[in-house]
């Protein structure tokens, strides 16, 4: 029969103490990320959006410049046939040929001016997208600031406020090094909390 190993009650006293000491320290960090993991999950579906939006913006800055290249190719072939007309004219002999190739001419011509104010017209679309795609690129780099701030700051505090680091570097066999850890947590938090601050001054700035 296994002996029943008896707890004294200093042992009992002194486990009740660091519950309540862990409790204290969950509450601590429950106190400062506040509604942090939310904001966070936010943040990653507002960039998400912003994604699929620079996305179909980039497809239509493509779709534009395809126009250009196609009308491009449109006006050389008008050219090409007005050049050619010009020659058949030469070559005619009577009136009906005649007028027949002067309207080919001024077809190609129509042509030519209508190729014109379709690439003005992707041009403009082009400039216009462009300018909202480099706000779009602005706006997602601004958001993956305030995540990484948010994160950094969650993770920091858990490892400030929490005895997560003693249990794994006692696991480790490192435990003394524990002396060294709020040299580099603390100015860590203060890090995270300044790049927060960052992101959220660079994106009032913007919408300003």
């Known amino acids: 029969m296994a002996k029943k190993v008896e707890i004294s009650v200093e042992e009992k006293l002194r486990a009740l103490f660091d519950l309540q000491l862990i409790d204290s320290r969950i509450d601590q960090i429950r106190s400062i990320r506040g509604e942090l993991p939310l904001e966070v999950e936010d943040l990653e579906n507002e960039i998400e959006g912003l994604n699929k939006r620079l996305e179909s913006f980039e497809n ?48 190609q011509e129509l042509e030519i001016k209508l190729s014109e104010k379709k690439i003005s017209q992707y041009k403009e679309i ?5 300018v ?10 601004d958001r993956k600031i305030l ?22 570097f006692t696991s480790l066999g490192i435990a003394t090094w524990l002396g ?26 913007k919408a300003n």
Request: charged share 30%; with cysteine; aromatic share 8%.
């Open 60 to 107: 239509e800055i493509k779709e534009s410049e395809d126009g250009i290249k196609f009308e491009e190719n449109s006006i050389s072939t008008s050219k090409e046939n007005h050049k050619k007309y010009e020659g058949d004219l030469k070559k005619v002999r009577n009136n009906r040929e005649y007028n027949a190739i002067v309207k080919e001419q001024e077809f």
């Open 126 to 130: 082009i400039e216009n997208k462009t």
């Open 132 to 141: 909202v795609l480099d706000e779009q690129k602005n706006k997602i780099k």
């Open 147 to 168: 995540k990484i701030g948010i994160i950094g700051m969650l993770v920091t505090a858990v490892c400030c406020f929490t005895p997560l680091l003693v249990i794994i």
């Open 180 to 205: 060294y850890t709020d040299y580099i947590l603390l100015p860590l938090l203060t890090m995270f909390v300044g790049i927060i601050l960052w992101g959220i001054i660079l994106s009032k700035k």
